[in-house]
Nanobody, 116 residues
Framework: QVQLVESGGGLVQPGGSLRLSCAASGIRFTISVMGWYRQAPGKQRELVAAITRAGETNYQDSVKGRFTISRDNGKNTVYLQMNSLKPEDTAVYFC??????????WGQGTQVTVSS
């Protein structure tokens, strides 16, 4: 059974940092793309950042220069380092994993709250 376990969310002051992790287990096929999405109250889920197996990255414009996505292929784990956090970054963050045969898996979500 596929399981994605996220960690690292929490409450942080504006300007602070957090590091999210998402570890996947039970996946039988090669993971192609790993990504982070977020959903704020009353808004649609949106892509934050994604990374291919080769290390190519894609970021939402609002997080460029502040967030860094990385992955450890040996551990089937994706990370999101978030610096200079702003109140508008407050949301539930979800990891997503795409495997080469086309299946998509989602994590359960972790809350990130940026507030003074």
């Amino acid at each position: 059974q596929v399981q994605l376990v996220e960690s690292g969310g929490g409450l942080v002051q504006p300007g602070g940092s957090l590091r999210l992790s998402c570890a996947a287990s039970g996946i039988r096929f090669t993971i192609s793309v790993m990504g982070w999405y977020r959903q704020a109250p009353g808004k649609q889920r949106e892509l934050v950042a994604a990374i291919t197996r080769a290390g190519e990255t894609n970021y939402q414009d609002s997080v460029k220069g502040r967030f860094t996505i990385s992955r450890d292929n040996g551990k089937n784990t994706v990370y999101l380092q978030m610096n200079s956090l702003k109140p508008e970054d407050t949301a539930v963050y979800f990891c997503r994993i795409d495997v080469v045969v086309g299946n998509v898996y989602w994590g359960q979500g972790t809350q990130v709250t940026v507030s003074s």
